[in-house]
């Protein structure tokens, strides 16, 4: 398994400015990925973080809004642009490596962002 | 798109009794994940299931993946307090290894 570590944890934010989220993992993994996960909902797939190269975003989230850095394969950030209450959510980074069995991905602690 | 649907959506429970959830998709998966999340803490990996039919145990969780590779069962026995929290199942989306969630199962144990 990969233990992940994500900062900060918690923040209150002023709407209209932004916040990068970092996240760190113990071991080098092949798969980096950024979830938002808006109170009392499941968690949606953001981006792919892929190393040394732009990030593979889904549909309905933009490079501008939401743009990711992963310049090596332990470490990836996700900044949170010009920021709105609707942005106020869980964010969390996930990490995975594939296996003869399977991919699994586990999860960082999260960081709660609520935008005032 | 691909989407898994879990039910039931919430539950309550008397402390001692057994669980069942499941998450259903109109699409075939080849890998199934159960996740467990507490209030304020990121998802934390219960068990992988990789083959269909494959039944797999973690303590006193057991979780199946479906013979038709569109569903995957969770069961949990003599639930206990701490089993309080929200179940996730989730799945690769064809082709990639990005993962999809489920709707989510919020379990709430009666002590």
């Known amino acids: 398994s990969a233990v992940i570590s994500q900062k900060p944890s918690r923040d209150i934010c002023q709407r209209g400015t932004s916040l990068t989220i970092q996240c760190q993992v113990d071991?080098?993994?092949?798969?980096m990925f950024w979830y938002r996960q808006q109170p009392g909902q499941s968690l949606t797939l953001i981006a792919t973080a892929n190393q040394g190269s732009e990030a593979t975003y889904e549909s309905g989230f933009v490079i501008d809004k939401f743009p990711i850095s992963r310049p090596n394969l332990t470490f990836s950030t996700l900044t949170v642009s010009n920021m709105s209450p609707e942005d106020s959510s869980i964010y969390l980074c996930?990490?995975?490596?594939?296996?003869?069995?399977?991919?699994?991905?586990?999860f960082g602690e999260g960081s709660w962002l609520t935008v005032v | 798109g691909q989407q898994l649907n879990q039910s039931p959506q919430s539950m309550f429970i008397q402390e001692g009794e057994d669980v069942s959830m499941n998450c259903t998709s109109s699409s075939i998966f080849n890998t199934w994940l159960w996740y467990k999340q507490d209030p304020g803490e990121g998802p934390v990996l219960l068990i992988a299931l990789y083959k269909a039919g494959e039944l797999t145990s973690n303590g006193r969780l057991t979780a199946q993946f479906g013979i038709t590779r569109k569903d995957s069962f969770l069961n949990i026995s003599a639930s206990i307090p701490s089993d309080v929290g929200i179940y996730f199942c989730a799945g690769p989306t064809s082709g990639t290894y990005k993962y999809i969630f489920g709707t989510g199962t919020r379990l709430k144990v009666l002590a």
């Open positions: 071991s080098q993994v092949t798969m």
């Open positions: 996930s990490a995975g490596q594939g296996s003869v069995t399977g991919n699994t991905i586990y």
